[in-house]
């Protein structure tokens, strides 16, 4: 069994918010802020004015897919400026030898005809098509799938081509090791001390590139549902009802889908990747631990904002669709 991470408080009020770094695009608010501690850096963000609680939902989907056994990044709660919202640290480091690709700068450059818009339009055979047609990119395949996986169990309905993508890292020790075998030790030590001042280099086989961890997951878990309503939600007919229209943003062959219905799908052309991912998460499930990461992920907030607190109404219906959804997930197989 994965121990759940703890959801931790971040109080930012002596934090240092980053004005110079400019964050990704969406409707949210969100700022980078840096920790005058440790001096890292981290995103917060808060939620929509019309969806209160959806950073809760965001913290729960980084905690119950982190048990589930997906590669999440952890999100905690955090009040900025008297507002709460959740934060998570950077994925990457900038500079001179990580940067994020966003899936939509992939996508423009591997997929003929493809369009940027507002909301790209994007299948999962152009998707693979684009990974399988490139050495460095070709492994990527599984990890999408299983976020698409991880979609399904929390409800996310938002996985645009901004909400995924790779993290490219200049390998210096592999330019050290292929290009300069003969060199002496300590002349290893002084370039790799240039490490801070080299300009990027530029060419593929120079670099090492790894699929982000699985962020930017808050459009999910019901956070539409205003509280005058959740009740009513909270019984297998209405919920079986609302998962059905549960569109992914990953169309099949053009055509928008339910999640279920998208993975069945890829199923049958991945069904090795698919069974794995289910199996695994079935093997991790264990109602009793989604209900504690449920029950106590506000447990830590301040009373000076316990209006921030989630509901039990919210609670309970978020806990009935996790366990609705990881059933019909085990349909699946």
């Known amino acids: 069994m994965i121990t759940p991470r703890p959801t931790e408080f971040y109080d930012l009020s002596n934090w240092v918010v980053q004005s110079w770094l400019v964050p990704t695009i969406g409707s949210r608010n969100k700022s980078f802020v ?6 890292s850096l981290y995103f917060f963000k808060e939620s929509k004015q019309t969806y209160p609680s959806e950073f809760w939902s965001e913290i729960i989907a980084s905690k119950v897919g982190y048990v589930l056994g997906f590669d999440l990044l952890d999100y905690n709660i955090a009040v900025l400026n008297n507002r709460p919202g959740c934060i998570s640290k950077k994925m990457h480091d900038d500079g001179f030898f990580q940067d994020l690709i966003h899936g939509v700068n992939i996508l423009k450059e591997k997929v003929p005809g493809f369009i940027i818009s507002t ?15 490139d050495k ?20 996310n309905t938002d996985r645009h ?16 090791i292929e290009t300069m075998p003969n060199t002496k030790w300590y002349q290893k030590v002084i370039l790799r001390v240039v490490r801070s001042i080299v300009a990027r280099f530029e060419k593929q ?16 878990l019901g956070r539409e549902i205003p509280e005058n309503l959740l009740q009513g939600f909270i019984n297998k007919r209405s919920l079986d009802k609302y998962i059905d229209k549960g569109w ?7 055509n928008k889908l339910n999640s279920f219905e998208l993975i069945k799908n890829i199923r049958g052309i991945r069904k090795s990747v698919v069974d794995k991912t289910i199996k695994r998460t079935l093997r991790n499930f264990n109602a009793h631990t989604i209900e504690k990461i449920i029950n106590e992920v506000d447990l830590n ?11 039990l109404h919210r609670k309970e219906l978020i806990k009935q669709l996790i366990f609705s959804r990881v059933e019909r997930l085990r349909l699946i197989i």
């Not at 081509?161 to 050290?176: L, M």
């Not at 992914?248 to 053009?254: A, L, S």
């Not at 907030?301 to 509901?311: D, Y």
Request: with cysteine; hydrophobic share 40%.
């Open 34 to 39: 840096e920790d005058p501690t440790s001096r």
């Open 119 to 133: 909301r790209p339009v994007i299948s999962i055979q152009e998707i693979i098509k684009a990974f399988e047609g």
């Open 136 to 155: 460095q990119l070709k492994n990527f395949v599984t990890p999408m799938i299983e976020t698409i996986i991880f979609d399904a169990i929390i409800g």
């Open 161 to 176: 081509t901004e909400n995924w993508g790779i993290i490219r890292a200049f390998d210096f020790d592999k330019f050290i």
């Open 205 to 220: 086989s120079e670099f090492s590139y790894t699929f982000t961890p699985i962020f930017d997951s808050g459009s999910c």
């Open 248 to 254: 992914h943003e990953i169309r099949w062959d053009g």
């Open 301 to 311: 907030v301040p009373p000076q904002f316990g209006n921030a607190k989630l509901t």
